[in-house]
């Protein structure tokens, strides 16, 4: 506690330096510029209404479940891979505008507004009636990013940036600024102080960010992003990083209210007793050229508690309070460009983030659930990957799949100056699967729900493995460069469904959110991009 605090004080001493430091500086230039990207997606077979009721409750018997879906509940999916349900469409839109300022002395200023829309959601007038429906219009722009930057503080290569940015590290595949897909690209900045020291062959960042504010509310309670990050440039086209992360929440976590009784009935009964989430992650990355080779490795490694996820693994009355992280990552790609007409470049890749289930109960703990009205069973904290700017599935990776092994294979040729083209295989697989309880599966009743009742009533520690694979995908697609500072781009994604897929795995949101369809037929997503940078 006390170190984080003079942390804190250190950082909030040299951030009065560098307001000191730039209160001398005088305005030389404002440049103005904007973005503007749209983006047309079309889905078919992924998540029709209704979808994915599984186990009910009495099957489960105290099985923990995760993101906060008791045994009272069953298990939901939101994806159905079920050729008779409805596809879904979207039109968004992100929109941008900045200002940049030079001043003296290295002194710089950043604005940048910004807004994201789906189309339709602001249209003001009723059609029908004629109705003029100004005032119902949301406010939705935003400040993205508002910081103000000085360089050369004292004399030194040094570089301060205070206020809200985006935070780029790396090849982003843990720290991004979340402007890649699949889906709408809306984007990541955060409330932050980023200090950089920068020679010929090596650079060091460090930085601290506010992700959540609670005073006065608890005296204790905020979010809060550390880190340092380093890179070493003294092999030619190489890059060496190394970097640790710190992601700390701190807002308290209450099972039950009994610490309105007193503190010792929870002391009394052992609940309650959630220690602040402490996310360590260390890691090693490699990334450079040799030739006609490009390649990036990246090995991490993450450990501390993790009450805000132990706190969802609720069976009866009380979640895990001995969650804990302790799982590695590591990402692999490889590339080699031919010297051929069109240039073509054949690549590959592997992204593992390890995972764990531990919603299977045996005999003894079964009991516990049925007659210990204080029962508490573990968690499964796989892999977070916090801020991560990768995705390896159109379909299935919004940047957050955890508890999977993730191969892929490719190839991109460039036809002509202006014209891009992409091919990339993925097969994915389960790190560790989900124990399903005996049942017999009924198919899809009540609409599109699919229900699979228990053969044995109550008797949750009766479990059967579901399948690893989780299946195929093939994406496609095509830019066209019409500019320098316009495109437009054309894809197509499919995915193969496993049998993992259809029985489900715990492998969306860091590996807590299920994914179970009510068949297994095929998925597409069909999209169009097009952007401008003015």
Partial sequence: MLARHALKIVVFAACMLALAYAGRAELQSVELGGDIVILGEYYRNVEPPGTGLRWPANALSGRPIGTGIGAGNGIFSGYGFDDHGHGYSLISQWTRLHADAEFTDEVRAFIELDSVDVWGEDFRSNWITGGDGRGVSADDVEIYQAYVEARELFGYPLALRIGRQELSFGGEWLVGPNTDGPGPAWGLSFDAVRLNFTSDVWSVDAW???????????????????????????????????????????RAIKDTQLSYVGEWVEDLFGVDDYDATSIHTVGLRAAG???????????????????????????????????????????????????APWEPRLFAGYGYFQGEDGREI?????????????????????????????????????????????????????????LELAMCAGYYLADEVFEA?????????????????????DLGFLTSDNDDELGWEI????????????????????????????????????????????????????????????
Wanted: with cysteine; proline share 3%.
């Fill in 437 to 457: 309880p005996l049942h017999v599966d009924l198919g899809k009743v009540f609409g599109n729900y699919r229900l699979r009742l228990p053969l044995f009533s």
């Fill in 289 to 339: 050229e040799f030739g006609a080779v490009d390649f990036e490795a990246e090995l991490a490694y993450q450990w501390g508690e993790a009450g805000q996820a132990g706190g969802l693994f609720t069976p009866v009355l009380y979640g895990d309070d001995s969650a804990e992280y302790d799982a590695w990552a590591a990402n692999l790609c490889i590339g080699y460009a031919f010297d």
């Fill in 475 to 534: 994406d496609v697609s095509a830019t066209y460069y019409y500019s320098d500072d316009v495109y437009f781009c054309v894809g197509w994604d499919h995915l193969f469904v496993g049998d993992g897929l259809e029985d489900g795995n715990f492998v969306t949101s860091n590996g807590l959110e299920f994914i179970g369809g009510s068949h297994g037929d095929d998925a597409d997503c069909l999209h169009f991009e097009t952007g401008v940078s003015f």
């Fill in 362 to 418: 045996g005999v003894a703990k079964w009991l516990g659930a049925l007659y210990n009205p204080f029962y508490s069973a573990g968690s499964s904290v796989s892999f977070n990957r916090l801020f991560s700017n990768w995705s390896y599935s159109g379909i299935l990776d919004g940047s957050e799949m955890s508890n999977a092994h993730l191969f892929s294979v490719g190839v991109e040729v460039a036809p002509s100056e202006k």
């Fill in 208 to 250: 601290w960010g506010k992700l959540a504010e609670n005073s006065p509310a608890e005296e204790d309670g905020d979010t809060d992003f550390y880190g340092v990050y380093g890179s070493c440039e003294a092999v030619e086209n190489v890059t060496f990083d190394v970097y640790w992360m710190w992601l700390r929440d701190a």
